[in-house]
């Protein structure tokens, strides 16, 4: 990527070592959607407002966040991973819940929320890797307050180490080398542009 080139949602990336800034300030420049673009057949099942929202379901925001604790862009195989880490962390997330989020997300959902074969494996993957961790439930915490703490200090509070993530993304890019989220996984945009 050029440093000319406009930040997209194809090549915008947190980047996993990018601690310095704030969680606020890399929440201030990340592309997407407006909570009013989200689909209804999205909403019904990951949002946390709707009667039967699934294990993990959380606002666009807390959604946002995550993306950023976790250094991951916005590729299709990026959104299944923050959704399966989300619902792997999740207090109770019973199996049935995590099959019919990768079920709805390959055949019912539309356009650029539709999972691949591969992100659907990419979204599994994330929910046991979410499992394994010892992360607290990332739906469960108030990303609001702590906007102003570096992104090093957020991972610190939730449990998160960036040594047992990257070990995770390098077994992601172990079994999906070939593809544009993959290769990307453990850098940051400032390391691309530089």
């Known amino acids: ?21 704030s969680l606020g300030e890399l929440h201030a420049c990340l592309p997407g ?15 946390p407002k709707s009667p039967v929202a699934l294990a993990g379901a959380v606002d666009l925001f807390t959604h946002d966040c995550i993306h950023l604790v976790l250094g991951r862009g916005l590729l299709p195989q990026d959104e299944a991973f923050v959704l399966g880490f989300t619902m792997g962390t999740s207090a109770v997330c019973p199996r049935w819940q995590a099959r019919l989020l990768g079920f709805s997300a390959r055949y019912f959902y539309r356009g650029s929320y539709r999972f691949s074969d591969l992100d659907r494996a990419v979204f599994h993957y994330a929910v046991a890797a979410g499992r394994r961790s010892s992360v607290v439930p990332l ?7 702590l906007l102003d703490e570096s992104l090093a200090t957020v991972r610190a509070r939730v449990g998160l180490r960036e040594w047992w993530l990257d070990a995770v993304y390098r ?6 080398p070939h593809t544009a989220a993959s290769r990307r996984l453990g850098t940051s945009l400032e390391a691309r542009v530089a």
């Open 139 to 145: 739906g469960d915490v108030d990303f609001s307050a």
């Open 1 to 21: 990527m050029r440093v000319d080139e406009p930040i997209s949602e194809q090549n915008w990336i947190p980047g996993l070592y990018d601690d310095r800034r």
């Open 33 to 47: 959607d407006a909570a009013t673009d989200v689909p209804w057949y999205v909403r019904v099942l990951e949002n």
């Open 171 to 176: 077994g992601e890019r172990q079994r999906w």
